[in-house]
């Protein structure tokens, strides 16, 4: 008998970025300058991976820009990623926090019109313009459950999600990739729905079995040119 189809892994690379200060002290046509440089390095990647940016500054001290990447191909993601700092305004950024997390490929049923870049399910990730999104660290008693347990906990938490309409959540696994166990990436139409369904699965059982889940970062979206004009 034939084994099914298995689809490949989506390695999912979120990265947050301070802007050094020298960078706001060059003269006017040099940021120019800097700025479209680095817009079209980050742009020349588009046509082969997923990208989303979010404007983090003003909400945080630690980090002025998140740039959300995703991709079937962990060395080519890899390789996308060092190249971030090699051009134009690039140079003055600082990677302050950098998570790499791991999704189920979409279902090799799906036809090729149904996905983005070849591997992407349409319509699943960086739909919405807020996002919250911060690492998990699972505690010891959270493995010492059956899978019937933790199936039922899990389940209880999605229950809260579905009833917000204009939220959309995803779970990227870390374990054997990154230090946290998963990153959690939840995403609204609306920032009262974001915050109002943070609130409640705060008050879930499953919240017991977690040794840790911060820091916690609200990202707006926005293209990264707007992004480059507010904080430089």
């Given at each position: 008998?034939?084994?099914?189809?298995?689809?490949?892994?989506?390695?999912?690379?979120?990265?947050?970025?301070k802007l050094q200060p020298e960078f706001r002290r060059l003269i006017s046509n040099e940021k120019i300058a800097a700025k479209q440089e680095f817009e079209?390095?980050?742009?020349?990647?588009?046509?082969?991976?997923?990208?989303?940016?979010?404007?983090?500054?003003g909400l945080r001290s630690d980090a002025d820009i998140l740039i959300w990447r995703m991709s079937d191909d962990i060395a080519y993601l890899q390789e996308i990623g060092a190249r971030t700092f090699s051009a134009g305004a690039g140079r003055y950024f600082t990677p302050t926090y950098c998570y790499l997390g791991?999704?189920?490929?979409?279902?090799?049923?799906?036809?090729?019109?149904?996905?983005?870049?070849?591997?992407?399910?349409?319509d699943t990730f960086g739909r919405h313009r807020f996002m919250l999104l911060h690492p998990v660290v699972k505690s010891h008693n959270w493995y010492e459950l059956s899978e019937t347990e933790r199936a039922k906990l899990t389940d209880e938490r999605a229950q809260v999600v579905s009833r917000y309409g204009g939220i959309q959540e995803n779970i990227f696994t870390s374990c054997g990739l990154d230090e946290?166990?998963?990153i959690v990436c939840r995403e609204a139409k609306a920032l009262e729905?974001?915050?109002?369904?943070?609130?409640?699965?705060r008050?879930?059982?499953?919240?017991?079995y977690t040794f840790d889940d911060k820091p916690v970062f609200l990202c707006l979206g926005r293209d990264l040119r707007e992004i480059m004009d507010a904080i430089s």
């Open positions: 008998m034939e084994k099914p189809k298995k689809s490949a892994n989506i390695y999912s690379s979120f990265m947050f970025m079209n390095m980050v742009g020349a990647a588009q046509e082969k991976l997923f990208l989303r940016t979010y404007l983090v500054s791991v999704h189920p490929g979409a279902d090799p049923a799906l036809q090729k019109k149904d996905l983005e870049f070849g591997f992407l399910p349409k946290p166990d998963m729905d974001l915050t109002a369904a943070t609130h409640e699965l008050l879930q059982r499953i919240k017991h």
